[in-house]
T-cell receptor, first 120, second 120 residues
Framework: AQKVTQAQTEISVVEKEDVTLDCVYETRDTTYYLFWYKQPPSGELVFLIRRNSFDEQNEISGRYSWNFQKSTSSFNFTITASQVVDSAVYFC?????????????????FGQGTILTVHP | GAVVSQHPSRVICKSGTSVKIECRSLDFQATTMFWYRQFPKQSLMLMATSNEGSKATYEQGVEKDKFLINHASLTLSTLTVTSAHPEDSSFYICSARDGTGGANLNSPLHFGNGTRLTVT
């Protein structure tokens, strides 16, 4: 069984602060994919990143960065110099790929989500 | 870019009626689609996997007779909530796996914008 844990239910910061959202996962698959999504109040899911289990390189995209640590089964997300527009619910998700042809790929197990509020 | 259109975005219906939600891939072949449900302030839970031309695979605890899924073409999957009741009120969101060129682990996943169902 797969499991994703986002221990931080809510985080509140003041604009320009850096903030890190934690994500810890469990899976028995040797090949798997990790995702982060942003869900603004309007409800749609905004894709932020996908990382496969063989690529442990950290990634930076503008103010966003991700730290993948396979040894601790963590995939943390940091927003640098946060802005009010970053306020949203952020979900970490996991997809396995163990079936032949990767047919199980795309079935996402989501974490509970972290509500981020950035105050001006 | 690839877009998944989900319709309607909001629907209010009376208890006992059925509601159909459409998930359409606009510029790619979606051999596999996924249906999720999200209760207020909660995470997304996978309901079922929809494969074009075959029966949907439901997750444990999801009533297949209540949530009818049809994936009759490579671009359209529908979810019908039959005999809806107030407890079915939720946010339903689909995702589509881009199967153009064959399903593989690099196939992008695209989410619809979701449908907010309210049953009175």
């Amino acid at each position: 069984a797969q499991k994703v844990t986002q221990a931080q239910t809510e985080i509140s910061v003041v604009e320009k602060e850096d903030v890190t959202l934690d994500c810890v996962y469990e899976t028995r698959d040797t090949t798997y994919y990790l995702f982060w999504y942003k869900q603004p109040p309007s409800g749609e899911l905004v894709f932020l990143i996908r990382r496969n289990s063989f690529d442990e390189q950290n990634e930076i995209s503008g103010r966003y960065s991700w730290n993948f640590q396979k040894s601790t089964s963590s995939f943390n997300f940091t927003i640098t110099a946060s802005q009010v527009v970053d306020s949203a619910v952020y979900f970490c998700a996991l997809s396995g790929a163990k079936a032949v042809g990767g047919t199980s790929y795309g079935k996402l197990t989501f974490g509970q989500g972290t509500i981020l509020t950035v105050h001006p | 870019g690839a877009v998944v259109s989900q319709h309607p975005s909001r629907v209010i219906c009376k208890s006992g009626t059925s509601v159909k939600i459409e998930c359409r891939s606009l510029d790619f072949q979606a051999t596999t689609m996924f249906w999720y449900r999200q209760f207020p302030k909660q995470s997304l839970m996978l309901m079922a996997t929809s494969n074009e031309g075959s029966k949907a695979t439901y997750e444990q605890g999801v009533e297949k007779d209540k949530f009818l899924i049809n994936h009759a073409s490579l671009t359209l999957s529908t979810l019908t909530v039959t005999s809806a009741h107030p407890e079915d009120s939720s946010f339903y969101i689909c995702s589509a796996r881009d199967g153009t060129g064959g399903a593989n682990l690099n196939s992008p996943l695209h989410f619809g914008n979701g449908t907010r169902l309210t049953v009175t």
